[in-house]
């Protein structure tokens, strides 16, 4: 593929991202960079979060595990529908009640300063090392396409990236955030959709023979009842699926900052289940592309890798439409920005509100909290750039794995902390919150070390994140012996 195609490419989609973002921002006051002012529609929330639920490892790494493990995916997705529903009708009433910016402040509401600020670094952590995950990946498959045919070093690459990312975002915040993410899930459906029918079209198939083909293929398995030792097992990825999406987007700034921008809870809740009725149909068009890819590579003899380089390589190097090509590019880097912009501009709000503004968002105002929020973007900005940098050492063979594995360690802690608030009166102690938060998540990683041995050849999955939060409960509630809600005010 030719490199000036791709330059064009590149500069055509990140101009245009550029406008949808500056039109976003007029008008933008400091205190709307947090929450877009709430007046985002629903139908455009529910479209936003799809996109927003959707980075460039999705894009490339979704079509990739199908050789592996089949459409076992959407095991997890049906448990992603009964966590969007606990989101929808538990934990919007309380964000919306309490009026909250960052959704950290409900700790402090519950548990006091210390459970704020713990779970709001745990946020941080896990947030910033894997929205850099995320942007690696696609850095590699810009390098290995653009970069390196003109001996630019990868540092220079993520700088670029990054800057660009921290330029549109500088401004407008959640509502540039909230267009952006609505233009990514247009053009990155619209990538899918015209990816298959191209690939389709070169496998001399119309819709329904490719859908049959699909069928009879090997990749298409879904449901996966045999081996409860197999880490594809159903209940084992579906359980993890509520899990990690309560845990991953209701308790994620990042995810939460589109729906809570909606004027009224009833119009988060409809925007919110409407996203995942979107997101399940999209993530069946990625399986099925990726099915095809392997049933394409397969018919011409193509000995093409597996795994997330799959999508990129068949796209530029296999004998399809140049076409393709650019459409695999456009919906890349149209992942990758918005993804990026998304994260950064989370990760500027929680920090700037929870780890520097004091216990709740309106202890700082005006030109104080302007200068806050303008420092945080720009040092996390360098921060993700030399992550980035930093994961070009490491390997990251199926990213969107390795996400869901940290991201069960990490937010364990977080889910555990909420559920406890939720489900009981109890106060655990303040100094012990930091302790058990940090605590669960080693012992978690240690016995999922151990369970082939000590639990009888058992294999964890993303369900490490039930062990993790049930640990951290475990641990709260030890701390919270004697003690009750009304004991907070005592101290």
Not at 168 to 184: I, Q
Not at 201 to 225: H, K, P, T, W
Not at 453 to 465: R, T
Request: with cysteine.
């Amino acid at each position: 593929m030719s490199p000036a195609i791709i330059i064009l490419t590149l500069v055509g989609y990140v101009a245009l991202l550029f406008v949808v973002a500056w039109r976003a921002s007029r008008g933008v006051s400091s205190e709307s960079f947090f929450t877009g002012g709430r007046t985002t529609h629903r139908a455009v929330a529910a479209v936003a979060m799809v996109g927003a639920a959707m980075s460039g490892v999705t894009y490339i790494s979704v079509p990739g595990t199908v050789a592996a493990d089949g459409f076992s995916y959407l095991q997890t997705c049906l448990g992603f529908l009964v966590g969007y529903a606990i989101i929808a009708y538990v934990l919007i009433p309380l964000y919306y009640r309490l009026g909250v910016v960052s959704l950290y402040e409900y700790l402090d509401h519950r548990f006091g300063i210390v459970a704020h600020r713990t779970g709001a670094w745990f946020f941080f952590l896990s947030k910033i090392a894997s929205a850099s995950l995320r942007a690696y990946v696609i850095c590699v498959v810009l390098q290995g396409l653009l970069y390196d045919l003109y001996d630019i070093p990868f540092a220079v690459n993520a700088a670029i990236m990054m800057s660009l990312v921290w330029l549109y975002t500088r401004r407008g915040g959640v509502r540039s955030v909230v267009w952006v993410e609505t233009l990514k899930t247009f053009v990155m459906v619209a990538s899918i959709v015209m990816c298959i029918t191209f690939v389709v079209r070169a496998l001399d198939m119309n819709l329904g023979e490719a859908v049959g083909s699909i069928a009879r293929s090997d990749y298409s398995q879904v449901l996966f009842f045999d081996d409860p030792l197999d880490r594809r097992y159903f209940w084992k990825q579906f359980l993890a699926g509520i899990f990690l999406v309560v845990a991953m987007t209701g308790l994620d700034q990042d995810m939460m900052q589109t729906v809570l921008s909606c004027p009224t809870r009833r119009d988060a809740q409809r925007g919110m289940m409407s996203s995942i009725a979107l997101q399940i149909v999209v993530i069946t068009l990625f399986l099925a592309l990726g099915a095809l890819l392997y049933i394409y590579t397969s018919q011409r003899g193509v000995d093409a890798p597996q795994g997330d380089m799959l999508f990129g390589y068949v796209a530029t190097e296999c004998g399809l439409p140049i076409v393709v090509g650019i459409l695999f590019i456009l919906g890349l880097v149209a992942s990758t920005y918005s993804s990026a912009g998304s994260a950064l501009t989370a990760l500027t709000t929680s920090f700037t509100l929870d780890l520097l503004g004091g216990r709740r968002a309106d202890d700082a105002k005006g030109e104080q909290l302007d200068r806050r929020r303008r420092l945080s973007h720009t040092l996390i900005a360098v921060a993700m750039t030399a992550i980035i940098v930093a994961f070009n050492y490491w390997s990251t063979a199926g990213a969107i794995t390795l996400i869901f594995t940290m991201a069960s360690y990490t937010y364990g802690p977080l889910l555990g902390l909420f559920v406890f608030g939720l489900a009981s009166h109890r106060m655990p102690h303040p100094r012990a919150i930091p302790v058990v938060a940090i605590l669960s998540p080693l012992a978690s990683y240690v016995i999922a070390s151990n369970s082939r041995v000590w639990l009888a050849g058992y294999e964890f999955s993303y369900d490490i994140l039930i062990l993790n939060t049930a640990l951290t409960l475990l641990g709260l509630w030890l701390s919270s012996l004697g003690r009750t809600a009304s004991s907070r005010s005592k101290e």
